[in-house]
């Protein structure tokens, strides 16, 4: 029990501190072609659907260690220029949990030229979420009474939207998204506080904005292709900003594709910590190897976390597989070497 506990308030305390965000983590996933589960304006960018999956755990020698699920689908409209798309996500961290959908709607643009095998386009995109957060109160126990907790499990619903756009020419893409726009009052840490019937000693963070910005080229029309890319995140309330770069590596061989690559995410900002002999500061630096396959039009990648530098919580990473099925038709994709929209 005391082990839990411990990691309930290590957990709590990172996420209000570090990263504090409602909905889906951003983790590596979008690097196994599946940018739509981060950008609203990816849905249905190309002329057929894809499907992914993905589960990721954390740290599996350790209780009720984070884990995250999503399952998401987009299309395009027939011939016509709009998309839609759906994700349905579960992300569970100790004795908090929240269970979302999030609906898309997204219109492309066609940037001149009458070829359509040519990638031209200027997309725009709008997601609605529903969410449910959970905290499970049942096992906390105290030898006197604490009117701080509810010894029950407690439960809120939010709404909050992400919009964003992308432009792609041919192998040359940049993507930017505003996620959880609005203000969102969350309630969930105030419910049946004996100490807090007012509803003011719990601090309100109703601002969970989020920027992003990705951009990447591929290079290279032979049998392989290279891909360098770049995503950085801007937290609003905290302004803590991170920074992603990646390189991936593509071979094609007689079944489909093979690739290959390593991402590597740094915070701009530090957080302090105190030895017995010495004060220092720590960023969160994490390295990413990912390996994947298309077999005709069926994708799996895998990809390990690891968190480097002196203060972790665990010597353990974290693991993360993505399944997924292009509905691509050889006839409906484009002619250029563009792994998000082929």
Known sequence: MRCKLFLLSFLLFFGLKAKAQEGIPVYFDYLADNYYLVFPSMAGFTECGQIRATARQQW???EDAPNLQTINGHFRLGDSPSGLGAIIFNDANGYHSQTGFKGTYAHHLRMGGDDVRVLNQLSFGLSGTVLQSSLDETEFRSVAFDPAISGIKLNETYFNVDFGMSYAYQEFYTHFAVLNALSTRRNLYR????????????????????????????????????????????????????????????????????????????????????????????????????????????????????????????????????????????????????????
């Open 60 to 62: 599996f020698d350790v």
């Open 191 to 342: 419910i049946n506080r004996a100490d807090d019937p007012d509803n003011l000693t719990v601090p309100r963070v109703d601002n969970l904005r989020r920027y992003l910005i990705s951009a990447g080229y591929v290079f290279g029309r032979s049998e392989w292709q290279f891909e360098p890319s770049v995503l950085f995140q801007l937290t609003d309330f905290t302004k803590e900003k991170t920074v992603d770069i990646n390189a991936k590596l593509y071979k094609d061989v007689d079944f489909g594709r093979i690739w290959g690559g390593v991402s590597y995410r740094r915070s701009f900002d530090g957080a302090q910590f105190q030895t017995a002999t010495s004060f220092g500061e720590q960023r969160l630096q994490l390295i990413t190897p990912i390996v994947g396959a298309n077999f005709k039009q069926f994708m799996i990648s895998y990809n390990y976390s690891y968190q480097m530098g002196d203060i972790r919580f665990d010597n353990g990473g974290f693991h993360q597989i993505t399944l997924g099925f292009d509905f691509c038709k050889p006839e409906k994709r484009y002619d250029c070497y563009c792994p998000a929209a082929n």
